[in-house]
């Protein structure tokens, strides 16, 4: 057939698989009546856009989404540890190699991201400013001599958002499996920062019910719903072994939650200028 | 909907035969379903192996399957194996807390990690249910529990592997609810490792060694594991594609 510049423009990777998925079609797979009756009217354009969600379940601009929203994640970290580290006199000599190893791993982030959002022939969101005193619900909070305890408290509230925002992302991914494959590789390294950061403030690496521990009400939103039980329609407290393993307390503590976009976006807008 | 042909299979053996392998080709031609009776999922019963000293040697015993013409179900089955094997290893740690040198702190972690392991193992049971399920023989042949060194190195072993496994075994889920189960776990899993590597190596860099963590391929996986359990640990219509993860390395 004639290339459409439509189709010109479309990525390689989309055509081949909407040219296995016609294939199949072509050979009896089941599909959607509506895509059926569009590709036998010729509609070329129109069946090629459904086909699209069709073959990816989600559009390729739900995965340009989730890129976009996890570098808004990945900026504000990246920005704190990096004014964190260069801070005179705020983290102490005996821990600056693990902020540091944040740091840099957050910068890392950033960079990977913005290279799949080019990638996919896109432009990266710029950074934005950032407000670290939250509105003022951390007054006077500037990365000084005295604030140790505030920036730690700010690192487990973006750690633990961190791993929830991108748990609650994962699905948009299924089909996508390199960036999947990346999501979920960044995902367990923000919880690996997260339970190093809780610990070293003298709290468990994990969450235990809905408690941010002794951090301010207006970060509460971070731990809502960590404390659901019920798993795949099962309610883990109520199994074998259970009770004599810690029980409910162990079981919100074994299964970490996702938040959604929505949630997330609520938690970050206080630090955004 | 019409009813679509399906082809029933008993038992294990007969996966093997050309007859049978003949009918499936054909079967999946017309689109149709293929059915495997517990039988053709579960062990064949070979021998265990018995080792020096009397211990049987990893890979030794029964031969457990995990078929990933299941799909989803096979992913949450490779995930079950690691579950058990980290369950029975925290619970032969706890048991060992009167007689190892262990810190106090580092008995209350590895304690909270011992329940989080066997509820992950009692869910998973659960999820699939008797046709599904299998016991697995867990092995660790000279380590000492009563060693806290030993104790921590091999957790660490065990929950890097399971963090690994669990990323690199997201990508054949097509059922975004099992990949959010399997996020659920993963992140706690990682919480572990870092925990356990700060026990090792306390205010290190080694709490997170890398900015991506690993993405490993079942098989890769299935190599490690392996060398923890007595059962021949095996796969059939193993995926034949691996996407790989940032660091290249699954």
């Not at chain 1, 296995?20 to 050979?27: C, L, T």
């Not at chain 1, 941010?212 to 329609?233: K, S, V």
Request: aromatic content about 8%; overall charge negative.
């Amino acid at each position: 057939m004639n290339k459409l510049p439509l189709v010109e423009s479309i990525d390689p990777e989309i055509i081949s698989a909407l040219d296995a998925r016609a294939n199949e079609i072509s050979q009896g797979a089941s599909v959607d009546s509506k895509i059926a009756a569009l590709l036998a009217l010729g509609s070329i354009p129109i069946a090629l856009g459904a086909l699209s969600k069709d073959v990816y379940g989600q559009t390729p601009s739900d995965v340009l989404d989730v890129l976009q929203f996890a570098l808004l994640l990945e900026y504000l970290e990246a920005e704190f540890y990096t004014r964190g580290t260069a801070a005179t006199g705020l983290i102490p000599a005996a821990d600056r190699v693990i902020f540091e190893t944040i740091r840099d791993h957050e910068n890392t982030h950033v960079t990977a991201l913005q290279t799949m959002i080019t990638a996919k022939g896109a432009t990266p969101n710029a950074k934005p400013n950032f407000d670290f005193t939250a509105k003022g619900n951390l007054a006077g909070f500037n990365f000084g001599s005295t604030q140790y305890e505030t920036f730690k408290a700010l690192a487990m509230a973006f750690e633990d958002t961190g791993v929830r925002a991108y748990k609650g992302q994962a699905g948009r991914l299924i089909n996508d499996k390199p960036v999947l494959n990346a999501a979920l590789a960044i995902h367990a390294v923000e919880a690996r920062h997260a339970s190093e950061v809780r610990r070293l403030r003298g709290k468990k690496g994990w969450i235990t019910g809905n408690s941010r521990e002794d951090l301010p009400a207006f970060t509460q939103g971070i731990y809502d719903g960590e404390e659901n039980l019920m798993q795949g329609g099962v309610n883990v407290s109520t199994l074998p072994l259970v009770s004599a393993n810690g029980g409910a307390t162990a079981a919100t503590e074994a299964f970490d939650e996702p938040l959604t976009k929505a949630q997330v976006v609520a938690i970050v807008t206080p630090f955004l200028a | 909907m019409s009813e679509r042909p399906k082809l029933t299979i008993p038992d294990a053996g007969m996966l093997g035969s050309a007859h049978t392998r003949r009918d499936i080709l054909k079967l999946m031609a017309m689109g149709g379903a293929l059915v495997l009776l517990p039988g053709a999922i579960a062990c064949s019963n070979d021998d265990g192996i018995v080792g020096p000293g009397g211990n049987p040697g990893p890979g030794t015993g029964n031969t457990v399957t995990i078929d990933f013409a299941k799909g989803d179900i096979a992913v949450l089955q490779f995930a079950y194996a690691l579950e058990q094997l980290e369950a029975d290893f925290y619970t032969k740690v706890v048991d060992a807390f009167g007689s190892s040198n262990l810190t106090a702190a580092e008995k209350t972690v590895l304690t909270d990690i011992k329940y989080h392991e066997v509820i992950h193992r009692e869910f998973l049971k659960a999820a699939l249910g008797s046709i599904n399920g299998f016991s697995l023989t867990p092995t660790y042949g000279t380590l000492n529990f009563n060693d806290r060194t030993a104790v921590l190195n091999t957790a660490k072993t065990f929950e890097d592997l399971g963090v690994a496994a669990y990323n690199g075994a997201g990508q054949y889920l097509s059922d975004p609810n099992n990949l959010l189960l399997a996020g659920k776990i993963v992140s706690v899993e990682a919480r572990h490792a870092a925990a356990i590597r700060d026990l090792i190596n306390p205010k290190s860099g080694d709490f997170a060694p890398k900015a991506f963590d690993d993405v490993f391929s079942p098989s890769k996986v299935r190599g490690s594991a392996q060398g923890f359990v007595v059962d021949k640990l095996a796969f059939s219509n193993a995926p034949t594609t691996f996407i790989q993860g940032p660091n290249g390395n699954g």
